[in-house]
């Protein structure tokens, strides 16, 4: 454990990394020459799932993944450990972006609910020990109007897809048999919202797809892919496809290219 007067500084590892690195695991720097079926670049949530997915539906399809620095160096490693089936941002922007207008949110919304248990059960398959827990989340109303509020905003809820279990209206005896708080008028409880500790996520995912055969290598920055083939510092990589999961790396957002509507 670190101690708590340990400053953090930008371009360090988060917290939840720092505090599990006793028991991490490191991969190899990449040098020479490979050749893959699958390439991917980024070693966060979006590379690592992208492999275990890629190998349980292909077994037999080689892939390796190059991280710039090491697993979890980006957000993957710093997020705040929820898994919620709460969709941020606004529905109603989604649904007017797509072409099948508000049937693309309600779609989503289910996806959202049933990724939650799927990520539990794939954990469980696997035996991957990250702190989960699914625990559920509650809204409270502090007063008469938030509740009316969030008896609004439950309807809305309900209107883009959430069944009447999955968003739960609590009075306030109810809500007080979950957590006392004095000046509560009620609130709402999702119940599809789990927590976890997103490093230990992270390094579960990079053992199970190792043992799957997937290659990992760290401190490989990618420096140009194109036409199947990938430049690193120390070497080259052909691949019949190419991932690219950089979020936020991938260049600055421009107003020709909004990574979700305005
Ligand atoms: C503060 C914060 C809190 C969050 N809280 C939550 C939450 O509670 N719940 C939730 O679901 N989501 C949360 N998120 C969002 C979530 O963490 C991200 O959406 C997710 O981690 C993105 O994963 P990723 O693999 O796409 O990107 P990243 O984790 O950023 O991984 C990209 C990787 O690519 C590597 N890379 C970059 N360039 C190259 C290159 N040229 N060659 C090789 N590798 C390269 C980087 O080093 C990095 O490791 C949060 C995000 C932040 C920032």
């Given at each position: ?152 905003k439950r309807a809305s809820d309900l209107s883009y ?32 919202v789990a927590r976890m500790n997103p490093a230990k ?60 509507p305005d």
């Open positions: 454990m670190r101690p708590a007067t340990t400053t953090m500084r930008n371009g360090q590892l988060g917290f939840w990394m720092a505090d599990t690195i006793g028991i991490q695991r490191s991969y190899p720097r990449f040098e020479g020459d490979e050749t893959v079926d699958l390439a991917i670049i980024g070693g966060g949530y979006s590379g690592l799932w992208a492999a275990y997915f890629a190998k349980t539906m292909e077994p037999s399809m080689s892939v390796a993944v190059f991280e710039a620095e090491r697993l979890g160096y980006g957000a993957s490693g710093r997020n705040g450990g929820w898994v919620s089936a709460l969709v941020p941002g606004n529905r109603m922007k989604f649904a007017k972006a797509s072409a099948t207008g508000k049937a693309a949110s309600v779609a989503l919304q289910r996806e959202f609910i049933t990724s939650v248990d799927t990520l539990l059960e794939i954990l469980a398959t696997e035996g991957i020990e990250a702190d989960q827990y699914k625990g559920g989340t509650l809204s409270a109303a502090h007063t008469e109007a938030g509740l009316n509020r969030l008896i609004a897809g959430m069944a009447e279990d999955e968003v739960q209206l609590l009075g306030r005896e109810e809500f007080q048999t979950r957590i006392k708080i004095e000046d509560v008028h009620g609130g709402l409880f999702y119940k599809d996520l992270l390094m579960g995912l990079a053992d199970t797809v190792s043992r799957m055969g997937v290659k990992i290598y760290e401190d490989s920055r990618v420096l140009a892919a194109s036409e199947g083939t990938l430049k690193l510092d120390a070497g080259r990589a052909n691949s019949k496809r190419t991932f690219i999961c950089t979020e936020g790396y991938s260049g600055p957002p421009t107003r020709q290219t909004p990574a979700h």
